[in-house]
């Protein structure tokens, strides 16, 4: 998620009394807080929003130039061939279920589920989960390196996500219909278990991460499978949103569950040097991840399995006290942040691929680390939030 998309959330939601008799009222505090409050963009921002921010496609020679300097040394797709023994016939059915399944409807490419075979001596298989609104492409960098080691990687896609868009006159239109909303929320949760069953029994090491929302459905997965993973890594894990959406989003959830969101010119900007995922959606999916996070965090503490919680400082998408709070609460991890300038989307190059990644191969490192010997992130001084340490990037 780009550093500039924090815009897209100011000012959505206002805290007001849904009583029936003040249902007009509340409605239009709702409006003013949804559109007036928004803060007024700058004459750039302006500008990029006339050409992105509808979702229109039609690339003018500046975007061009810059989408052709954020497209340099992207990663691309794993192609998904080889040996997955020793695995047994059962889990190999489980994933080729899975492809099925989401097959089932146009996806974009960036967004197909993907596993890459281990190379070398085989030490185990490790399952990683997408965040939201994005797509499996956010692993096709680290799932390479982590295969390297002697593991098979798997990366699902989440439901209802990734769907192809639909262009008109040069607009997109995100296909969201399926995304889970309030109601149904515990699909992801689902998925967890589905994956989760997938290895239970095999042999090796078993490991379950996770990026953003990715994150809360791993750690989903290891509250529900106490049995299978040896280890679990929580990214930028969202147990919550910021703190100044926290409370106003559930009762606009219940007025304007489908008031429109999107994540702004930036996201379409990605979408054109070929991020996949979708830059619009409603109230009510955020809500579904926010229910996720909310039920998750109240029984981490219940998980045995070693886990690695990582964040940022500053997020302005995941709430770092939500995340202080499952760290506190684990009988078995640690967590640290990376200091302020690290991105949410912190291993995906399609995400902010203008930001410099000065912590990404220092980050990649400490995580195939982390998932072939259970050892730690590296720490330094304090961070400067929540009391937890820094998260150390080494030169």
């Given at each position: 998620m780009s550093r500039h998309r924090r815009a897209a959330f100011n000012g959505l939601f206002q805290r007001k009394a849904l009583a029936s008799s003040a249902l007009l009222t509340c409605l239009c505090s709702l409006w003013l807080v949804l559109y007036a409050c928004t803060p007024q963009p700058s004459e750039q921002e302006t500008k990029a929003a006339s050409q992105a921010h509808s979702g229109n496609l039609e690339t003018d020679k500046a975007d061009k130039q810059v989408i052709q300097k954020l497209t340099l040394s992207l990663p691309s797709k794993p192609n998904g061939q080889g040996d997955f023994s020793p695995l047994s016939q059962r889990a190999q059915n489980v994933w080729q279920s899975h492809l099925k399944q989401t097959g089932q409807q146009?996806?974009?490419?960036?967004?197909?589920?993907?596993?890459?075979?281990?190379?070398?001596?085989?030490?185990?298989?490790?399952?990683?989960?997408?965040?939201?609104?994005?797509c499996p492409q956010q692993f096709w960098e680290v799932s390479r390196l982590i295969a390297a080691k002697g593991f098979h990687v798997f990366v699902p896609l989440l439901p209802g996500h990734g769907w192809?868009?639909?262009?008109?006159?040069?607009?997109?239109?995100?296909?969201?219909?399926?995304?889970?909303?309030?109601?149904?929320?515990?699909?992801?949760?689902?998925?967890?278990?589905?994956?989760?069953?997938?290895?239970?029994?095999?042999?090796?090491i078993k490991v379950v991460g996770g990026l953003s929302l990715g994150g809360v459905v791993a750690a989903s997965?290891?509250?529900?499978?106490?049995?299978?993973?040896?280890?679990?890594?929580?990214?930028?894990?969202?147990?919550?949103?910021?703190?100044?959406?926290?409370?106003?989003?559930?009762?606009?959830?219940?007025?304007?569950?489908?008031?429109?969101?999107?994540?702004?010119?930036?996201?379409?900007?990605?979408?054109?040097?070929?991020?996949?995922?979708?830059?619009q959606f409603q109230i009510k999916h955020i809500r579904a991840a926010q229910r996720l996070g909310e039920e998750t965090l109240a029984?981490?503490?219940?998980?045995q399995t070693q886990i690695q919680v990582v964040g940022v400082e500053g997020d302005h998408a995941a709430n770092n006290e939500s995340l202080a709070k499952a760290v506190g609460f684990l009988k078995n991890g640690k967590g640290c942040?990376?200091?302020?300038?690290?991105?949410?989307?912190?291993?995906?190059?399609?995400?902010?691929?203008?930001?410099?990644?000065?912590?990404?191969?220092?980050?990649?490192?400490?995580?195939?680390?982390?998932?072939?010997?259970?050892?730690?992130?590296?720490i330094t001084e304090l961070s400067h939030e929540r009391g937890l340490p820094r998260c150390h990037i080494s030169s």
């Open positions: 146009p996806l974009q490419t960036a967004c197909q589920p993907f596993a890459v075979p281990a190379q070398g001596r085989y030490q185990g298989s490790v399952v990683l989960f997408h965040g939201f609104t994005a192809q868009y639909q262009q008109s006159a040069g607009k997109v239109s995100d296909n969201v219909s399926a995304m889970p909303a309030d109601q149904d929320y515990t699909r992801y949760s689902q998925q967890a278990t589905e994956m989760a069953g997938m290895l239970r029994g095999e042999k090796g997965a290891a509250i529900q499978a106490p049995d299978v993973f040896d280890r679990a890594l929580l990214m930028t894990p969202l147990f919550d949103v910021v703190a100044a959406k926290k409370p106003y989003l559930p009762p606009a959830n219940v007025v304007v569950p489908k008031h429109p969101i999107d994540w702004g010119p930036d996201c379409e900007l990605e979408r054109k040097g070929g991020r996949g995922g979708v830059c029984q981490i503490g219940q998980v942040l990376y200091q302020k300038g690290v991105s949410h989307s912190m291993l995906s190059r399609f995400d902010s691929p203008d930001d410099q990644k000065f912590w990404l191969k220092s980050m990649q490192m400490q995580l195939v680390r982390f998932v072939e010997s259970g050892q730690y992130f590296d």
